[in-house]
């Protein structure tokens, strides 16, 4: 295994990503639906400054996962994820750490280069089952801050979708 330092992003511009972003130490934040309007005006503020498209997206207490679709020529998810993060911070009562960094979000967040139509639908089959995976509804349809009604209505998922994992998804931990 690489030391973090060694670590090297895959960068495509115009490419679309999944993404896990984490609270730091966990902490269920987004369990409270203040912090998520809040979240989602980060992502608001941020796309106008820099446009990309969120293909699918859930939001967890601790996490949230998404796949994102950057416009052509740019590929700089980095410094989005950055302006999310600090909208949200400066705007939540966190705790400081001694390096002056707010107790809200782990420091980094993992991402994957989508290869193509297969992975692209894995990804965003796994986004929506989560939070059926972490036991908090039965169904997709039950979780509130998830794009999977939006899913629904464009056709990608039949009435009852995800009520049992579904077979692509097994094996596959992205958290």
């Not at 590929?75 to 911070?89: P, Y």
Request: net charge positive; with cysteine; aromatic share 14%.
């Amino acid at each position: 295994m690489l030391p973090m330092s060694d670590y090297r992003r895959a960068r495509v511009a115009g490419g679309s990503y999944f993404f896990t972003v984490v609270t730091y130490e966990r902490r269920p934040l987004f369990g409270d639906a203040r912090n998520v309007g809040l979240l989602r005006q980060a992502f608001a503020w941020t796309k106008a400054q820099r446009p990309f498209d969120i293909e699918a997206i859930v939001i967890l207490p601790d996490h949230l996962h998404c796949v994102w679709r950057l416009p052509e020529g740019d590929l700089d998810f980095s410094g989005r994820w950055r302006a999310i993060k600090q909208f949200v911070s400066r705007r939540l009562d966190a705790p400081v750490l001694r390096r002056g960094e707010k107790t809200v979000w782990q420091r980094r967040f993992w991402e994957h280069l989508i290869r193509d139509d297969e992975d692209w639908r894995r990804y965003v089959d796994y986004i929506h089952f989560n939070p059926v995976k972490h036991g908090l509804v039965e169904a997709p349809e039950d979780w509130t801050y998830s794009s999977y009604g939006r899913a629904v209505e464009r056709g990608w998922y039949p009435p009852g979708w995800g009520r049992t994992e579904p077979e692509q998804l097994r094996n596959m931990a992205r958290e």
